[in-house]
């Protein structure tokens, strides 16, 4: 059942966020494909794989680690500090922001590179106003210790728990 609401979660927020907005976003400018692939268009692909691996990673630790999703209404049950998580707090926020550059370079678009900077600073205020203060109450002490070994955005030395 938690894999079933990952994916409904999947494709309703970061599909979203990743697909369609996207989409409004080239049609109001007459963005179209590119006629030849060039560097940017192949660099592009590297970055998108790259974000769309990096949040299906973490999408598989909070379903069978956390035993949740990265929706709010249904987050993990269990602190998730493995995989990705060791190096960087947000990593699916990271995976999501890739996608977006590797769009952004694909298409050669500075809408779509605004639209990920605000996309990043919706994140960064999500996360300090909303996330981190309900995960500081729900696993308390564990999540402090956490939240000083790990940064929020840029990733860094691997995580070690501590009993």
């Known amino acids: 059942m938690v894999l079933l609401k990952n994916i409904i979660f999947t494709i309703f927020v970061p599909g979203t966020i990743t697909t369609l907005i996207p989409y409004w976003i080239l049609r109001r400018n007459f963005v179209a494909m590119p006629s030849q692939w060039g560097m940017p268009q192949y660099v592009s692909l590297l970055a998108a794989l790259l974000g769309l691996s990096v949040y299906f990673r973490c999408v598989w630790d909070f379903a069978t680690v956390g035993r949740g999703t990265p929706a709010p209404l249904d987050p993990p049950k269990v602190l998730v ?75 860094g030395k691997k995580y070690q728990e501590t009993a």
């Open 81 to 155: 500090v493995c995989g990705l998580y060791r190096y960087v707090r947000n990593p699916i926020y990271l995976g999501v922001l890739f996608v977006l550059l590797g769009e952004a370079v694909f298409f050669e678009s500075s809408a779509l590179l605004r639209y990920m900077i605000g996309v990043f600073l919706i994140f960064h205020l999500f996360v300090i106003f909303y996330e981190e203060p309900s995960l500081r109450r729900k696993f308390g002490e564990s999540y402090e210790r956490y939240c000083r070994s790990v940064r929020r955005w840029i990733p």
